[in-house]
C-alpha cells in the first residue's frame, strides 16, 4: 500500500490544505515508536519485551538531542519594539540563534549581545540602606523566619545598571565616528575612535538576555524598529511539533535503541557499545544529509571568494 493513498494531488494541491504542505519529508513520533516496536521488540529480537511508555521517552529524549545539532529546529519570532525596549523569550526557548533589526529593504542586520552591562537583582532599601523584606506567609515582613519565609524584596521596576543602559543615547553611535564632533581622546563603552572594539563597530543595536526573569533588553536606539529573532526549541513544544525528518529516521531508531539497551542490567557490554557506535554513526549520517549542501551553490560561493580586491 503506497504512503500517498488516499490522498490524490486535487485534495494536496487546495489551498484550504496549505497547513499540510510539506508534510512528506517528516514522520511522525507514534510512528516512530510504532516501527521500533515492530522492528525490535519481540521473541528472537534485541529487545523481547518492553512497555510502550519506555520507549515514547526514548523517542522523545532522541527528538531533544537531536533538534540541537542535526534536526532543523531553529523557529523564529519577529516583534515591533515598543517604548520599552524589551522582548519575552519564546515559550518553547532553550537557546538563541540570531537576533536582527530589519532594514527599511527588508534585509536583516545581526545584533550583537553586550557585555558591557547587565541586569542585577536589584534589592529595594529605605531610606537608611537597609534592606526591606516580604513575608509570603504572615506579610508581617519582620524577617521571622519562624512564622514566615522571609525574602528580599526586588525593586519592581528592575535594576538601575539596565535602566542607566536603556536610556542613554550611547547606543546610536553617531558622535563616536564623526570626525566633527568627536575628538581622539573621547571614550565610551564602545572604546576609542581609533581603538574601538570590532564587535561594537556598527551602528545596529546591541541586546542583552536576562534568563532569570524571561526577557531580551534592547538598547535604546531599537525603539520602533522591527527585530526578529531566530531561536532553538527542543522540537516537544506541541503534539504538531513532534515530528522527525526523514533523513534522521534511522538515527532516531538507534538513539532509541541505546537508550533502552544501556538502561537494562541483562544485556551484554558489546551490545550496548555496539548499538553505541551505530548510534553516533547514523547521526553523523543525518547530520551530513541535513546539512543541504548543494554543489552548485558551493561553486558559486568559492567563484565568489576568487575575485581579487583593489
Not at 289 to 305: A, C, D, P, W, Y
Amino acid at each position: 500500500m503506497g504512503l500517498l493513498d488516499g490522498t490524490n494531488q486535487a485534495t494536496y494541491y487546495n489551498l484550504s490544505n496549505q497547513a499540510n504542505f510539506g508534510n512528506y519529508q517528516f514522520t511522525t513520533l507514534d510512528n516512530i515508536i510504532n516501527a521500533f516496536i515492530y522492528s525490535y521488540v519481540g521473541e528472537g529480537k534485541i529487545i523481547t519485551k518492553i512497555n510502550r511508555t519506555d520507549v515514547q521517552f526514548h523517542a522523545m529524549r532522541a527528538i531533544q538531542e537531536l533538534s540541537y545539532d542535526v534536526l532543523r529546529s531553529v523557529k523564529s519570532q519577529e516583534i515591533e519594539v515598543a517604548n520599552v525596549p524589551a522582548m519575552i523569550l519564546p515559550q518553547d526557548y532553550v537557546n538563541y540563534v540570531k537576533l536582527a533589526v530589519i532594514g527599511g529593504d527588508g534585509i536583516e542586520r545581526n545584533l550583537y549581545p553586550t557585555g558591557k552591562t547587565s541586569n542585577p537583582f536589584a534589592i529595594t532599601q529605605d531610606a537608611d540602606g537597609n534592606y526591606q523584606f516580604t513575608d509570603t506567609d504572615n506579610a508581617d515582613g519582620d524577617g521571622d523566619t519562624a512564622t514566615g519565609t522571609d525574602s528580599l524584596l526586588e525593586q519592581s521596576t528592575g535594576s538601575d545598571t539596565w535602566a542607566n543602559y536603556q536610556g542613554s543615547s550611547s547606543g546610536t553611535f553617531t558622535d563616536i565616528y564623526d570626525s566633527t564632533n568627536s575628538s581622539d581622546i573621547e571614550l565610551d563603552f564602545t572604546g576609542q575612535k581609533y581603538g574601538l572594539d570590532p564587535q561594537h563597530a556598527h551602528m545596529h543595536g546591541s541586546f542583552y538576555i536576562d534568563y532569570r526573569t524571561g526577557w531580551i533588553h534592547f538598547s535604546s536606539n531599537l525603539v520602533g524598529k522591527t527585530i526578529v529573532l531566530k531561536y532553538i526549541s527542543d522540537g516537544l513544544g506541541t503534539d504538531a511539533e513532534m515530528v522527525v525528518h526523514k533523513f534522521c529516521e534511522e538515527a532516531c531508531y538507534k538513539w532509541i535503541a541505546y537508550g533502552i539497551l544501556s538502561t537494562r542490567s541483562n544485556i551484554p557490554e558489546y551490545i550496548v557499545q555496539r548499538y553505541k557506535k551505530e548510534k553516533f554513526a547514523e547521526t553523523r549520517k543525518a547530520k551530513i544529509r541535513l546539512s543541504n549542501i548543494k554543489i552548485e551553490e558551493f561553486t558559486q560561493v568559492l567563484k565568489g571568494m576568487s575575485k581579487q580586491i583593489k
